[in-house]
Nanobody, 124 residues
Framework: QVQLVESGGGLVQAGTSLRLSCAASGRTFSSYTMGWFRQAPGKEREFVAALRWPGGHTFYAESVKGRFTISRDNAKNTVYLQMNSLKPEDTAVYYC?????????????????WGQGTQVTVSS
């Protein structure tokens, strides 16, 4: 069983930055593919970024490529999402997800474990 707790959300102005954190329980955190998803009001949940295990390959949605960076600190059992040059359309609840099995396509929502989410609001 893996528990995920997101933090770092808030209200910011467009053009600024935020770093989201996702703290995970479990001794084998380093062997999980980690993903970030978001859901805006009235919209479906969408993929944002993923860091696949094994290999460490990263994946990004086109809408955030070049602005967001996913990373992990296995010693701290934490995955991060650095968000730069934020836009109002980035406003959403951001969810962290984890999957132990190999994911050929980490951009899909086929993750076993999910956090409760953290709100990010970007004002114009």
């Amino acid at each position: 069983q893996v528990q995920l707790v997101e933090s770092g959300g808030g209200l910011v102005q467009a053009g600024t930055s935020l770093r989201l954190s996702c703290a995970a329980s479990g001794r084998t955190f380093s062997s999980y593919t980690m993903g970030w998803f978001r859901q805006a009001p009235g919209k479906e949940r969408e993929f944002v970024a993923a860091l696949r295990w094994p290999g460490g390959h990263t994946f990004y949605a086109e809408s955030v490529k070049g602005r967001f960076t996913i990373s992990r600190d296995n010693a701290k059992n934490t995955v991060y999402l650095q968000m730069n040059s934020l836009k109002p359309e980035d406003t959403a609840v951001y969810y962290c997800a984890a999957e132990r099995a190999f994911l050929a396509s980490p951009t899909t929502g086929k993750y076993t474990y999910w956090g409760q989410g953290t709100q990010v609001t970007v004002s114009s």
